[in-house]
């Protein structure tokens, strides 16, 4: 695998990083390390958990790994943000539950510091100033090396990054956006705004939930046994999510690439993705050390210009004034070199 800067630092990162959702809910311990060998063994070293993912159960899992390897040849980013237990202040970004994340955090991880802790989502009733104060203590304290947001807008990511600079303090590296072929929104603001200010892209969920691998061929109502969608409790919201004409003609899209490449539908999905201008590491999930195997293989080539552009035309999504063509072309007139 490729390695690539971690946004405007000097750390390198893998240019797939292994989304460890599953680890302690679809892919028990064993299975678990077995995936972080073989990743490992392909070129990976960034890893992505969270406090949140199976109660913490991910986190322990990759420490008990990581007792055993070398923990500077791994980038460990987590998440703190959402509950963790009852309580009123077992949620959220203020400073009392970032301590306490951090702590638990490093505990299950076995280790003296996080590479990247990103917070989970935006939280409406915490200052950023408490938020983003308390993050640059925990870097000064050497807790923390680099801080992120994953499932920021673009407003509340400049925000964040404009009273960074204004108080001096350690700015964020990387935004976590949901991102793929399906999930074309992200385009509108957060991926010019990444480019312009070196924000290291890590898009979650690049496979759609699975449908971009083609499993759902059938609808998600009728999601095969043991499949995420099968396996959660919001078959509804899926379905009424995915099954419409844009997600059909996207899948159909992915399907006769895949045939004409010899790839499969994630290898073409993952492809696609890799080369999108401004990302940086893809986050990959599996659940089975055949699922992470097809995951992998989706480094190493590149899909031919004709087939990038009829994915992306395929997946265009439906936009209006500011975001549409026309609103480009006036912002451009009269301003671009020959």
């Given at each position: 695998m490729k390695l690539k800067k971690l946004g405007r630092t000097g750390t390198l990162v893998s240019e797939l990083c292994l989304g460890t959702m599953t680890f302690g809910w679809?892919?028990?311990?064993?299975?678990?390390?077995?995936?972080?060998?073989?990743?490992?063994?392909?070129?990976?070293?960034?890893?992505?958990?969270?406090n949140v993912y199976t109660s913490g159960k991910s986190e322990e899992i990759i420490g008990k790994w990581l007792s055993r390897h070398d923990r500077e040849d791994v980038v460990?980013?987590?998440?703190?943000?959402?509950?963790?237990?009852?309580?009123?202040?077992?949620?959220?970004?203020?400073?009392?539950?970032?301590?306490?994340?951090?702590?638990?955090?490093?505990?299950?991880?076995?280790?003296?510091?996080?590479?990247?802790?990103?917070?989970?989502?935006?939280?409406?009733l915490t200052p950023l100033e408490e938020t983003f104060g308390t993050l640059n203590t925990l870097v000064e304290k050497g807790l923390v090396r680099y801080v992120g947001v994953s499932n920021?807008?673009?407003?509340?990511?400049?925000?964040?990054?404009?009273?960074?600079?204004?108080?001096?303090?350690?700015?964020?590296?990387?935004?976590?956006?949901?991102?793929?072929?399906?999930?074309?929104?992200?385009?509108?603001?957060?991926?010019?705004?990444?480019?312009?200010?070196?924000?290291?892209?890590?898009?979650?969920?690049?496979?759609?939930?699975?449908?971009?691998?083609?499993?759902?061929?059938?609808?998600?109502?009728?999601?095969?046994?043991?499949?995420?969608?099968?396996?959660?409790?919001?078959?509804?919201?899926?379905?009424?999510r995915f099954e419409n004409d844009r997600?059909?003609?996207?899948?159909?899209?992915?399907?006769?690439?895949?045939?004409?490449?010899?790839?499969?539908m994630s290898q073409v999905a993952l492809n696609w993705l890799l080369f999108r201008p401004g990302v940086t590491a893809p986050i990959i999930g599996a659940r089975n050390m055949d699922q992470l195997a097809e995951n992998l293989a989706s480094t190493g080539w590149s899909l031919t210009k004709d087939q990038a552009v009829a994915l992306t035309a395929a997946g265009e999504p439906d936009v209006t004034y500011p975001y549409d063509k026309r609103a480009e072309e006036q912002q451009r007139a009269g301003r671009e070199l020959e």
């Open positions: 679809q892919a028990d311990e064993e299975t678990s390390h077995s995936m972080l060998d073989r990743y490992v063994e392909a070129g990976g070293n960034f890893l992505d958990t969270s460990v980013a987590t998440k703190a943000r959402f509950r963790t237990a009852d309580g009123a202040n077992r949620v959220g970004l203020s400073r009392k539950h970032l301590h306490h994340a951090v702590t638990d955090s490093l505990r299950r991880l076995q280790t003296d510091y996080i590479d990247l802790l990103q917070v989970h989502a935006w939280d409406p920021y807008r673009g407003w509340q990511f400049e925000k964040a990054l404009q009273l960074c600079r204004t108080r001096g303090w350690h700015e964020p590296v990387s935004l976590q956006p949901q991102y793929s072929l399906y999930a074309r929104a992200t385009e509108f603001e957060l991926m010019p705004m990444c480019i312009a200010e070196s924000i290291a892209v890590l898009p979650w969920s690049p496979l759609a939930s699975g449908v971009l691998s083609g499993k759902y061929k059938n609808g998600v109502r009728n999601a095969p046994s043991g499949t995420r969608i099968a396996d959660s409790k919001d078959v509804e919201f899926y379905a009424g997600t059909n003609r996207i899948v159909r899209a992915v399907e006769a690439v895949a045939q004409e490449s010899g790839k499969t």
